[in-house]
């Protein structure tokens, strides 16, 4: 009783309510949903708090932004689905109509702020591309070796832009994707914000991923590892999440000597060997089933499909002398 009088009362409220419709819609910052509002933030910040501590929504810091939703298995989906037929009267059908404009906005603003980002580092970033075989050929090299495989809770770690979770989108049952850089997950937010299919955005980092043990079906790593000083731990960590049978996907460079590569975007290691790949995987719980290369350029883009071994999966793992590893 105590917990549905709590809901009741953060719910009676007018502003409250319609944070709870536009946070049905998308999730918003603290400022943004002040924006909506037409309120102040320390106005919106004391509805929010509210909301809470009742366990309808909850937050989840990005950098210095902190971004809101409705809270997952909460007790009070089912009662916003009903809402949601409830009539309106005129005067409340017009303030609806104004918070859905001024989202239309905050969704605007967003984008345009994604594309500044983009005109930035456009330069850098087509620098990088000229280097190696066309993106396209890569991404359909990914949804290649991942076909006909059990996607279910994908996690893209060094989620970038969100180009790897909106590719795997109509695959998969959900996706985290993971960044370390609040701007890219703005941009990440920006575009699969039209996604049929659960996203969850998280900042953190791919050596201490914010994830149970056992609890993701597979995950890709496209184009992060090499920012990493021990991608052997990033591997491990892969591993930790990782439910038996699932699979990680890694998708990077094969080794080259670009020393401008460290100086042009921070790379801290220069490609890797499919045997250190492999050795990573098999310290990490892991089978490398498939390495591929695809040639074009300067650099060589290689891709790397390693299985994580459930309990059941003891038998002896043999290598046909091409990269390419199978149970015996």
């Given at each position: 009783?105590?917990?549905?009088?709590?809901?009741?009362?953060?719910?009676?409220?007018?502003?409250?309510?319609?944070?709870?419709?536009?946070?049905?819609?998308?999730?918003?910052?603290?400022?943004?949903?002040?924006?909506?509002?037409?309120?102040?933030?320390?106005?919106?910040?004391?509805?929010?708090?509210?909301?809470?501590?009742?366990?309808?929504?909850?937050?989840?810091?990005?950098?210095?932004?902190?971004?809101?939703?409705?809270?997952?298995?909460?007790?009070?989906?089912?009662?916003?689905?009903?809402?949601?037929?409830?009539?309106?009267?005129?005067?409340?059908?017009?303030?609806?109509?104004?918070?859905?404009?001024?989202?239309?906005?905050?969704?605007?603003?967003?984008?345009?702020?994604?594309?500044?980002?983009?005109?930035?580092?456009?330069?850098?970033?087509?620098?990088?591309?000229?280097?190696?075989?066309?993106?396209?050929?890569?991404?359909?090299?990914m949804l290649g070796l991942m076909h006909n495989?059990?996607?279910?809770?994908?996690?893209?770690?060094?989620?970038?832009?969100?180009?790897?979770?909106?590719?795997?989108?109509?695959?998969?049952?959900?996706?985290?994707?993971?960044?370390?850089?609040?701007?890219?997950?703005?941009?990440?937010?920006?575009?699969?914000?039209?996604?049929?299919?659960?996203?969850?955005?998280?900042?953190?980092?791919?050596?201490?991923?914010?994830?149970?043990?056992?609890?993701?079906?597979?995950?890709?790593?496209?184009?992060?590892?090499?920012?990493?000083?021990?991608?052997?731990?990033?591997?491990?960590?892969?591993?930790?999440?990782?439910?038996?049978?699932?699979?990680?996907?890694?998708?990077?460079?094969?080794?080259?000597?670009?020393?401008?590569?460290?100086?042009?975007?921070?790379?801290?290691?220069?490609?890797?060997?499919?045997?250190?790949?492999?050795?990573?995987?098999?310290?990490?719980?892991?089978?490398?089933?498939?390495?591929?290369?695809?040639?074009?350029?300067?650099?060589?883009?290689?891709?790397?499909?390693?299985?994580?071994?459930?309990?059941e999966d003891q038998s002896p793992v043999r290598?046909?002398?091409?990269?390419?590893?199978?149970?015996?």
């Open positions: 009783m105590t917990e549905l009088l709590d809901i009741f009362r953060a719910l009676a409220d007018p502003t409250r309510l319609r944070v709870v419709a536009l946070l049905r819609e998308m999730e918003l910052a603290i400022g943004e949903l002040a924006v909506v509002l037409d309120q102040s933030q320390p106005r919106v910040s004391r509805h929010v708090r509210i909301l809470a501590e009742a366990g309808i929504i909850e937050r989840r810091r990005e950098g210095s932004w902190v971004f809101l939703r409705i809270a997952e298995g909460g007790p009070v989906g089912d009662l916003l689905v009903r809402a949601e037929l409830w009539p309106f009267s005129p005067g409340e059908a017009a303030v609806v109509a104004q918070d859905a404009q001024r989202l239309a906005a905050v969704r605007i603003e967003r984008a345009a702020a994604a594309e500044r980002y983009f005109a930035d580092h456009a330069a850098e970033w087509d620098a990088i591309r000229s280097r190696h075989v066309a993106e396209s050929e890569v991404e359909a090299a495989r059990r996607l279910g809770h994908l996690l893209d770690i060094g989620t970038g832009t969100g180009r790897m979770a909106e590719i795997f989108a109509p695959t998969a049952r959900r996706i985290t994707a993971l960044d370390r850089s609040p701007e890219m997950l703005r941009i990440a937010r920006t575009k699969l914000s039209g996604q049929a299919v659960p996203i969850d955005l998280v900042q953190g980092d791919f050596l201490d991923l914010p994830l149970a043990g056992a609890s993701i079906d597979s995950i890709v790593i496209h184009q992060a590892l090499h920012f990493a000083h021990e991608p052997d731990r990033v591997i491990a960590e892969a591993g930790r999440v990782l439910r038996g049978g699932g699979h990680l996907l890694i998708v990077d460079f094969a080794p080259h000597e670009d020393e401008e590569m460290r100086t042009l975007a921070a790379h801290a290691r220069l490609g890797f060997s499919d045997a250190q790949i492999r050795g990573w995987f098999a310290s990490a719980g892991l089978v490398l089933e498939t390495a591929q290369t695809l040639e074009g350029g300067d650099l060589a883009v290689k891709l790397w499909l390693g299985r994580r071994r459930s309990d290598d046909d002398g091409q990269g390419k590893r199978f149970a015996a």
